[in-house]
């Protein structure tokens, strides 16, 4: 695998969703003997979180409540759901598998991919508590004309939301397939059915507990084989690494960082779109507004970060002690000497290595757990732009009641539901990863120039904003579609027209360059009167009195 393929495969890994191989995974499938210890331990989970939804529905009465938990979630417990969107099935197993294959690089990329998002929602995440509501809608349109800029900020949110639920959908299949021996279409409508009660009848209460639990859970087991690990080498890192190089194939060499950027314009496309896109995700910014004041937001950054950090820690230990106790093992290996399951697997067979098949179980059912929690906060968001943003604001002009707008919310979630399910079976046998650097891509290219430039920049205006969103948004679905993945892989053509992987460098540029030239621009009395306003939305974000929602274009 040349440079650039080991760079953009390892930060794909760490994106936060099941990005596992359907191939290695298919392949497995047949040799892997159903796990009755997950399917129980499963079971619990589904029954235990069933139950905290029905604690949740009887605290869940109004649209503050079902958005945003009444704001009362605290700095600690929104910290660890926000980490909880981070530590993934992927995060868990594919940076481990990185570090199994590649050693010391695997340190790199789950660091640098840490280090990048703080900066960003710290930058925002004050003024959003401030200044919004619901959505993340709700901030760019203070100043701004309610109708274009919230169409532009659902369009955005929605696609986003969808793209990331078909990598959702088709990693659950292919996981429980693996894991569980159930069939992968059963295995999608069970994702899509819990999905849809956590969301349904619960809302962000039940959906932010349920993330909580599997943060907690999956910090454990991690904490718990990272232990084991080191007790097997005596608590040595020394003897850890020296005894990990001596029984890799590349020996020493995993120790060294090697030349993995060959391209540099793909590495910081791809780094910018993960960086930025995080800042972009609505399910992530809805978060901020489920706490009681700005103080609470920046708490839950810095829970958020520090859980982060000794997660990805642990991951390292894990895919040396991987390489250590799997990699050395044959029983973990089939008759051509590969990993049963593929790389991806070397963490659920280390968990099997340190703990025997109660833990494996464990780690498997945790595994499930980390996607049936993110697809609910998908949900959630996807639902609140349709109906606070689309129907409540654009179609009813602010003029829809609290049940009204409740009843579309739900009646969303059964369709997102519907359609999570039907996406997932469609897309079984096709490559997911691109639509995943497609999602976070549009997040930054759309999203995130907006949100940025209406906390910051007093020369915004409606014109600029949706010029430069929609050329954001549609530059980079164009040029995923031009590029490699896309044209070559799956139409088939010959070469790509776009000639890098991610577009991100490129869409961004085009938002924040349309949105720059088109504000200075406009000199309508319409853009004037946006640039005033201004100051009346810098002083609510230093001072938090929120949105004023009667002021509405």
Known sequence: MNGL??????????????????????????KQETNYQAIIMFLVFVAFTLGITWWASKRTRSRSDYYTAGGNITGLQNGLAIAGDFMSAASFLGISALVYTSGYDGLI?????????PIILFLIAERLRNLGRYTFADVAS?????????????????????????AQMVGAGKLIQLLFGLDYHIAVVLVGILMVLYVLFGGMLATTWVQIIKAVLLLFGASFMAIMVMKSVGFSFNTLFTEAMAVHPKGQAIMRPG???HDPISALSLGLGLMFGTAGLPHILMRFFTVSDAREARKSVFWATGFMGYFYILTFIIGFGAILLVGANPMFKDATGALIGGNNMAAVHLANAVGGSTFLGFISAVAFATILAVVAGLTLAGASAVSHDLY???????QANEREELRVSKITVLVLGVVAIALGILFEKQNIAFMVGLAFSIAASCNFPIILLSMYWSKLTTRGAMIGGWLGLLTAVILMILGPTVWVQVLGHASPVFPYEYPALFSMLAAFIGTWLFSITDHSPQGAQERQLFRAQFVRSQTGLGIDQGKAH
């Open 5 to 30: 393929k080991r760079f953009t495969a390892g930060l794909a890994l760490l994106l936060p969703l099941p990005l596992l191989a359907a191939d290695a995974l298919t392949g497995a499938v047949q």
């Open 109 to 117: 990329y789950s660091l640098g991919f840490l280090v990048g998002w």
């Open 142 to 166: 203070y100043r701004l004309q309610q109708k274009p800029i919230r169409t532009l900020s659902a369009c955005g949110s929605l696609v986003v939301v969808a793209l990331y639920l078909i």
């Open 259 to 261: 030349g993995l950027v």
């Open 392 to 398: 409540a604001s654009v179609l009813r002009k602010g």
